[in-house]
């Protein structure tokens, strides 16, 4: 990990198989994390609108899972702008992307991808960041 105090900070849901491979991955690799369920603490809408103005909130929205192919098509159909996909992830958690991670350097990922992770654990990889 970083020279940082701040914890790695992974957001999901705990029955999703991406994030118990991202957690097991953290954990083979001796990376210690928080790990908050957004079933259990949604996030917050300003904590959401962070994120979507860091990474567009097109990444964030995940339309490739099962919640958003049983929403009903009008549903999908108004997601046109930030505000309405916001809108539509606060009232179904499951919406968005996952796993999101925020690291000890502060910056912000979504999915799992492990070589990437590998350096960001690296002595001196926030300069990286």
Not at 67 to 81: I, K, Y
Not at 101 to 128: H, I
Request: with cysteine; proline share 6%; hydrophobic share 45%.
């Amino acid at each position: 990990m970083t020279a940082s105090t701040s914890p790695i900070l992974v957001y999901g849901i705990a029955n999703c198989d991406t994030v118990k491979k991202a957690r097991a991955w953290l954990a083979a690799n001796g990376a210690a994390h928080e790990f908050i369920d957004y079933k259990k603490q949604a996030p917050s809408h300003a904590l959401l609108a962070a994120w979507a103005q860091r990474l567009g909130w097109q990444a964030l929205l995940n339309t490739r899972g099962t919640t958003w192919r049983r929403l009903d098509p009008a549903n999908r159909a108004s997601v046109s702008n930030a505000a309405s996909a916001l809108s539509l992830m606060l009232a179904q958690p499951s919406l968005i992307r996952r796993p999101a991670v925020r690291w000890p350097s502060g910056e912000l990922t979504l999915g799992f991808a492990p070589e990437a992770w590998q350096t960001r654990l690296q002595p001196g990889s926030a300069s990286r960041a």
